[in-house]
């Protein structure tokens, strides 16, 4: 991996948990205004969390477990939270976001909630 990479799953893990916290604290008004979440995924998301409970920060930020991997044909990255919790307890929800960068991958381009799924 090089150190552009490098420091691009850096930032993309810090924008993963910043949009975690976001979503937990509801403001999903803020995350459609930013552009990182759709009207059509933010009612997705709602019914899928409204079944689960609240969603809630893992007891501990160590459990909070997020992968980055860049797609083959490097067209974006993926960044993945395995699981998300509900209730203090971690479930089998997996939420998926997608980041595209700048050719040089130095900067986010944009950053989008891309789904849930079990």
């Known amino acids: 991996m090089g150190w552009n990479t490098m420091q691009m799953e850096e930032q993309l893990i810090a924008l993963t948990k910043k949009t975690l916290e976001d979503l937990v604290h509801k403001r999903y008004e803020k995350l459609i205004r930013e552009q990182t979440l759709t009207e059509k995924t ?3 998301l ?10 809630t920060w893992p007891l501990d930020e160590a459990l909070l477990d997020i992968d980055v991997y860049e797609m083959n044909d490097q ?3 993926v960044t993945e939270i395995r699981y998300l919790w509900f209730d203090h307890e971690e479930s089998a929800i997996v939420l998926f976001c997608k980041a595209f960068t700048n050719a040089e991958k130095t900067a986010i381009t944009a950053f989008i909630i891309d789904t849930v799924d079990a």
């Open 42 to 44: 933010a009612t997705f």
């Open 46 to 55: 709602q019914e899928v969390f409204e079944l689960q409970g609240n969603l």
């Open 75 to 77: 067209s974006y990255f």
